[in-house]
C-alpha cells in the first residue's frame, strides 16, 4: 500500500513543506485578488460586511496553524496546488494555495466533501503528520 | 420558493458579481447551478424565470468563466470525474465558448 507521503515525490514533498511555512509566515495573494476575495467574502456573506482584510488573513491563519486540519493535493497540467479544510466557528472552510505559498483562494463550500471528491483532490493527511515527513 | 433553492438561488446571484477570482471558486458555482437543476420540478414559473434570468447572465460570462477555471482545471475532465449530466450545459462552457467562437468566425 502507498505510504502517503509517497504520492509526492522527495522534491515535490520538499515544496510542500516550503509553501506550508510561507503561507504561515505571510497569506499572500496575486495582485490585486486579496480585495477582490474579501469583497466576494462579504457580499457571500461569508464574512462581515465589516470584516477587514485582516480579518479573513485571520481566518486563513487559523485554519493553516490547526495542525489537526487535513491538508490535500491537487494537480493540473504539472502544477501543485494544496488545500486545507477546517471549521471556523462551525462553518468548514477550504483554503487552497499554490507552490510557493500564494494565495487562490479561501472560501466555505456549500458542499464541501462533494467538492473535494468531485474535483480530484487527493488527501495527503493532517498538517501535523506532513510536517513530520522532515523528520 | 423552499428555503433551501431561494439560498442556492441568491448564492448564484451574487456569485455572477464576482466573476474575477479563482477558478477554484467558479467551478464551485457549476456545482450550485447543478444543485439548482435538481430542485427544477418544485420551482414555480416565476422562479424558472428568475433562473433562466440568471442563466442569461451566466452565458454572457461564459468566455470569462472559462478563462479562470482554465487556470485550474479541464472542464471535460471535471465532467468525466463529477459524472455530468448532459443537460447541465453550464458544465460545457468550453464547447459553448468554441461553438461561438466558430459562429463569430
Known sequence: MTRKHEILPPEERAKLLDALHDIRKTVQWKPGKDILHLKKRQKMKHLTLSASLLDYHEVISALIENERNIIYLYEFKGTHYYAVRGFIDEKEWLVIFGTSGVMETAFPPENIDHYLEHRGFVPLGRIEEVLKWTE | ?105
Request: aromatic share 8%; charged share 30%.
Open chain 2, 1 to 105: 420558493m423552499d428555503r433551501v433553492s431561494q439560498e442556492l438561488m441568491e448564492y448564484l446571484a451574487e456569485a455572477m458579481n464576482h466573476p474575477d477570482v479563482s477558478g477554484f471558486e467558479l467551478i464551485e458555482i457549476l456545482d450550485i447551478r447543478s444543485q439548482l437543476a435538481a430542485r427544477e420540478p418544485v420551482l414555480s414559473d416565476d422562479d424558472k424565470a428568475a433562473l433562466e434570468t440568471l442563466d442569461r447572465q451566466f452565458l454572457k460570462l461564459a468566455d470569462l468563466w472559462l478563462t479562470r477555471i482554465s487556470e485550474v482545471a479541464d472542464l471535460a475532465q471535471m465532467r468525466k470525474k463529477a459524472h455530468v449530466l448532459p443537460s447541465h450545459w453550464w458544465w460545457y462552457l468550453d464547447e459553448i465558448t468554441m461553438r461561438k467562437r466558430e459562429a463569430i468566425g
